[in-house]
C-alpha cells in the first residue's frame, strides 16, 4: 500500500504536542498501556456476550519488551486487536473528533499550551519519545494481520503482515538521546518497573516484563547468577477496589488522567462504596476544566459501567443524570448482569435505584463543596454553571428546586460570587423582591441609570452576565418566598407611601404632556410615564411582561428570530430630574420642539440599554442642531 500522507493539521497538531509533553515524556506508557487494557476489555467482553471466539482470562495479558541493542520498547496485548480499516480510521488521524476545533483553538490562542490538556493525548503521544513507530495487529474478527508504520513525520503506511497471534503489538523505535532528554532510560528494567507502579498499577490485566534477577548458582552456593524472570509489574488491583484511605490524591490523579484521557487533575474526587438494595462502588471525578467537545450538541456522556470489575461499557447514560454530564467516572457492582445491553439497563430498576443513588451522592458532594471548599466550587461553576442553568431551563423548572442552591451570581457590590441563599440573608428587612440585572458585566450593570436608587435603598442586585441567566429564571418562581424581579421591568415599587402621593400628583398635572410624548413616539412605546427608579438619569426604557429589553437581545442575534420577539417598551422619565422642568416649558410654548425632545429621549434610553436607535443620522443631527442652538 502507498505511502499516506497524514492530514496537514494533524502533522501539525503532532508537533505541537511533541513540544508542549515534551517535559513529561514518560506518559506515553501510560497511554499505550491504557490503550491496551480497553483492547483487553472490549475482546472479553465481547467473547462473553458470544460476539468473538471465546478467551481465557488468563490469556489477556500487556507485555512490555525492551531491546537497548536496537533501541526498541515494544508493547503487546491480546486485545480486541483492529482491521486494516480501523488501523486507518483510528491511527490516520489525530485528536481525530476534534482536529478542526483543536486547530481553531490553537489559532486563536498559539501559545496556549493548556487547551491541549483538553484533548486526549492517546496513541500519538508515542512520537514524543519514538522517531519511528509500527503497529501490527490481528482483529479477533478477521484472519488477516496488518501493520501500520509512520515516522510521525510526513505520513504512514499499512499493508498486511503475518501475525497469528489476537492483538496489537506496539514497536517504539526510540530517538536519540539529546542532552535535555534521555530516552535511553526507558529502556531500563527500572524506569520501566517505576513508570508501570506509577501510573498503571491498577490495571486489571497483567502487565509483564522480563526481569534480570540474580539466584544462587546451583552448582556454587557461594556465588550468584543471573537469569531472566517474567515478572508482573502491576498489582492488578482495580484501583476503587481499595480502599480510600490508601489512596493517594496522586494515585487518583493519575489513575483519572489515564482513564479519562484528561491532561489536568480533576478538581474533586467522589470515592463510594454502597451496601444495599444494590450495591455498588462508584469512583467519580469532577474535570477542572470542561473538555473541548463538552458544549457540542449530542456529545456523548454517562459512566463506565464494570460488574464483577469486568468492563461493560461506556457513556452508561442511564446511570447519569443529564444535569451531572460533566461527571466522569466509572460504576462496579455485583448486582448487575454482565449481558446487560443499553437496552436492558434503561429499564432495569436495579439500574433506577443505582443512577438514584449515584445522583444523591453527586448532589451531596457539591454541595459540600459549595460549603467547605468554596474556590474549588467557584472554579467548578466557572466551568459548568451552563450545565446546570441548561438543566433547569430545559426542564421548565422542574430541577430548580433541586439545583437552585448551586447556583452562583455574581453580586453588584463586590462582584463576587454569591449563592441566593447568601443573597436572601443579607436582604434588607423591607425588600420584597430579589433583584437581578442582565448586562454583558458587572461594571456595566453598574452603570445602569436604576442601580443608584437601588443603591440608596441599600438593596442587592445579583448580576446575570451570562446569556441564559434571565431565560432561566423566569423557570424559578420564587425564591425562599420572594420572586425574582428585574431591575428593568415593570414597577419597581421603590418609593414610600408619601413618594407615591406626590409621584400620584405630578403625574396627574403633566398627564397632558406625557400622553403627548407617548403620542410623538407613536408604537415606539406602549407608555410613558414617570420613573420611581431614576436617580441621577433623566430617563430610561423598561420592559412589561415576559420578554425583556436583555431577552429581545439574545433573541434578535438568531436570523430565525429578528424583529419576531418585541420586548413591550415603557419610556420612563425621571420628575425630578432639572430636564424635566425644561420639557414642561418647551411643551407648553413648542409642539414641534417637544416631539423632537421626545424623539431625542427615547434614541438616549435605548442607547443606554445598549439597543439599537432606528435612525442615528437623524438623532445626531438632532443634537447637533441643539449644540449649535445652546
Ligand atoms: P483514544 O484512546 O482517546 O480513543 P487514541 O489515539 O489513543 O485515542 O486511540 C485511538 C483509537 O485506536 C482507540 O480509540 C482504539 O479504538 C484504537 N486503539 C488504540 N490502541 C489500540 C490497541 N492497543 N488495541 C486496539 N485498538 C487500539
Not at 498489582?235 to 479519562?260: A, C, D, H, Q, T
Not at 400620584?504 to 415606539?524: F, H
Not at 426604557?541 to 425583556?548: A, C, H, P, Q, R
Request: negative net charge; hydrophobic residues 35%.
Amino acid at each position: 500500500m502507498a505511502k499516506k500522507q497524514f492530514k496537514a493539521e494533524s502533522r501539525r497538531l503532532l508537533e505541537l504536542m511533541i513540544n508542549s509533553i515534551y517535559t513529561n515524556s514518560e506518559i506515553f506508557l501510560r497511554e499505550l498501556i491504557s490503550n491496551a487494557s480497553d483492547a483487553l476489555d472490549k475482546r472479553y467482553y465481547l467473547s462473553m456476550t458470544g460476539e468473538i471466539a471465546k478467551v481465557n482470562k488468563k490469556d489477556l495479558t500487556i507485555r512490555i519488551e525492551r531491546d537497548p541493542v536496537n533501541r526498541t520498547l515494544t508493547i503487546t496485548d491480546t486485545g480486541i486487536g483492529m482491521t486494516a480499516e480501523e488501523l486507518e480510521k483510528n491511527l490516520g488521524t489525530i485528536a481525530r473528533s476534534g482536529s478542526l476545533e483543536f486547530r481553531e483553538q490553537l489559532e486563536k490562542a498559539p501559545k496556549n499550551i493548556d487547551i491541549i490538556g483538553q484533548f486526549g493525548v492517546g496513541f500519538y503521544s508515542g512520537f514524543i519519545v519514538a522517531k519511528k513507530i509500527t503497529v501490527e495487529s490481528l482483529s479477533a474478527r478477521e484472519s488477516q494481520a496488518n501493520v501500520w508504520t509512520s515516522d510521525g513525520s510526513d505520513g504512514y503506511r499499512i499493508e498486511p503482515c503475518d501475525r497469528s497471534e489476537v492483538g496489537t503489538k506496539i514497536i517504539l523505535e526510540l530517538k536519540d538521546d539529546t542532552p535535555e532528554q534521555k530516552y535511553s532510560r526507558f529502556l531500563e528494567e527500572g524506569t520501566i518497573r517505576e513508570l508501570v507502579k506509577k501510573y498503571s498499577d491498577y490495571v486489571r490485566y497483567p502487565i509483564m516484563m522480563d526481569v534480570e534477577k540474580s539466584i544462587p548458582d546451583p552448582t556454587d552456593d557461594t556465588k550468584r547468577i543471573m537469569t531472566t524472570e517474567t515478572e508482573t509489574l502491576n498489582s492488578m488491583v482495580p484501583l476503587w477496589k481499595k480502599s480510600r484511605s490508601k489512596i493517594s490524591r496522586e494515585e487518583y490523579n493519575e489513575f483519572y488522567k489515564g482513564k479519562f484521557n484528561d491532561w489536568n487533575d480533576p478538581l474533586k474526587v467522589i470515592h463510594t462504596t454502597v451496601e444495599g438494595n444494590v450495591s455498588y462502588t462508584a469512583l467519580l471525578f469532577i474535570p477542572s476544566e470542561a473538555p473541548y467537545n463538552f458544549f457540542q450538541p449530542d456529545q456523548e456522556y454517562g459512566l463506565q459501567l464494570y460488574s464483577k470489575g469486568v468492563f461493560i461499557m461506556d457513556n452508561a447514560k442511564d446511570l447519569l443524570p443529564e444535569k451531572y454530564r460533566f461527571i466522569r467516572g466509572l460504576v462496579d457492582s455485583d448486582d448487575l448482569s454482565l449481558n446487560i445491553s443499553r437496552e436492558i439497563l434503561q429499564q432495569d430498576h436495579q439500574v433506577k435505584a443505582l443512577a438514584a443513588s449515584l445522583e444523591k451522592k453527586i448532589k451531596k458532594a457539591l454541595e459540600d463543596m459549595l460549603k467547605d471548599e468554596r474556590e474549588d466550587y467557584e472554579k467548578f461553576y466557572e466551568a459548568f454553571n451552563s450545565t446546570l442553568k441548561y438543566d433547569i431551563y430545559r426542564s421548565y423548572g422542574m430541577s430548580a428546586d433541586d439545583l437552585k442552591d448551586l447556583l452562583l451570581y455574581r453580586s453588584n457590590r463586590d462582584g463576587k460570587y454569591t449563592t441566593l441563599k447568601e443573597y436572601r440573608e443579607r436582604m434588607p428587612e423591607d425588600q420584597k423582591e430579589i433583584y437581578y440585572a442582565s448586562g454583558e458585566s458587572v461594571s456595566e450593570i453598574e452603570r445602569m441609570p436604576v442601580m443608584a436608587k437601588l443603591k440608596e435603598k441599600n438593596y442587592e442586585v445579583l448580576c446575570f452576565t451570562d446569556r441564559i441567566d434571565e431565560f432561566v429564571i423566569t423557570m424559578i418562581p420564587q425564591y425562599d418566598g420572594m420572586p425574582f424581579r428585574s431591575v428593568t421591568k415593570g414597577d419597581l415599587d421603590l418609593d414610600t407611601e408619601e413618594e407615591k402621593k406626590k409621584k400620584t400628583e405630578t403625574a396627574e398635572a403633566n398627564k397632558d404632556m406625557l400622553t403627548a410624548m407617548k403620542e410623538a413616539l407613536g408604537d415606539k412605546v406602549k407608555e410613558v410615564r414617570l420613573s420611581s427608579r431614576l436617580q441621577d438619569d433623566a430617563v430610561c426604557l423598561v420592559s412589561e411582561g415576559g420578554l425583556s429589553l436583555e431577552m429581545e437581545k439574545v433573541l434578535s442575534q438568531d436570523p430565525l428570530n429578528r424583529g419576531m420577539m418585541k420586548a413591550v417598551r415603557i419610556l420612563e422619565v425621571n420628575p425630578d430630574h432639572p430636564l424635566f422642568t425644561r420639557l414642561q416649558t418647551v411643551f407648553t410654548e413648542d409642539k414641534d420642539k417637544f416631539n423632537e425632545y421626545a424623539d431625542i429621549l427615547y434614541d438616549q434610553a435605548c442607547l443606554i440599554e445598549g439597543l439599537p436607535i432606528d435612525d442615528p443620522l437623524a438623532y445626531t443631527k438632532k443634537i447637533t442642531e441643539l449644540m449649535i442652538k445652546a
